[in-house]
């Protein structure tokens, strides 16, 4: 069974501060992807990365796929009140079309 | 250009009642997923559709669940005789292809008196 894992669970951050979240695995993904969801709302899709070693920028978000397609981590450059919720990271399980979740992060960013 | 609907977005059942949950995907989407997610957990996989055929229903309990994708109309996710153990937010995600991008839904809040 393919586990994804994300640290930290809770991150409650002043706004203007710089943040990283992390997703790691002991498999390897051919993917993975990054959403955030909101209170109350489904997941949105931020980011797909598909290469060992990507980085792709999204405004003040980084993301990282590990050499070795086992990790991905998310940074945020001098976050705002706008980035709170919960961020979660997915990659299809091997052989399938299911997704495989971690738990998320759930970031709160204070004015 | 519409996203993925679901209704309805609240749900209440009393304990033995069926749940009938709806989603419709995005346009041109023939690929529908149906994810759960307990309150705060990620989310769990159920089942994979195609139009009219069911192509992996791994994550879906073996009893009281369902899962259709007719020809015409919304997917349907039936819950019959809810527990309160059902109460959860039920989410649908489509996708062009099989290999492409999952979108998601606003979801289905099911609660369970």
């Known amino acids: 069974t393919q586990l994804l894992e994300q640290s930290p669970q809770f991150l409650s951050i002043q706004e203007g501060e710089n943040l990283t979240v992390y997703c790691n695995s002991s498999?390897?993904?051919?993917?993975l992807q990054w959403y955030r969801q909101e209170p109350g709302e489904g997941p949105v899709l931020l980011v797909t990365v598909v290469t060992g070693g990507e980085v792709k920028k999204l405004k003040r978000l980084t993301f990282q796929f590990g050499d070795a397609r086992k990790d991905s981590s998310l940074h945020i450059t001098a976050a705002q009140p706008g980035d709170t919720g919960l961020y979660l990271c997915?990659?299809?399980?091997?052989?399938?079309?299911?997704?495989?979740f971690g738990s998320g992060t759930r970031l709160q960013v204070q004015p | 250009n519409a996203g993925v609907m679901q209704n309805p977005r609240h749900l209440v059942r009393r304990r033995g009642q069926e749940a009938r949950l709806r989603c419709s995907p995005m346009k041109g989407h023939s690929h529908v997923y149906w994810y759960r997610q307990l309150p705060e957990e990620g989310l769990k996989f159920m089942v994979y559709?195609?139009?009219?055929?069911?192509?992996?229903e791994s994550g879906m309990p073996k009893e009281r669940f369902s899962a259709e994708f007719p020809k015409e109309g919304p997917s349907i996710l039936r819950i019959q005789q809810v527990v309160r153990g059902d109460s959860a937010a039920y989410f649908c995600a489509s996708s062009l292809g099989a290999d492409n991008e999952q979108f998601f839904g606003p979801g289905t809040r099911l609660t369970v008196l």
């Open positions: 559709l195609q139009k009219e055929n069911i192509i992996d």
């Open positions: 498999s390897v993904f051919s993917s």
């Open positions: 997915a990659g299809p399980s091997t052989g399938r079309r299911a997704l495989t």
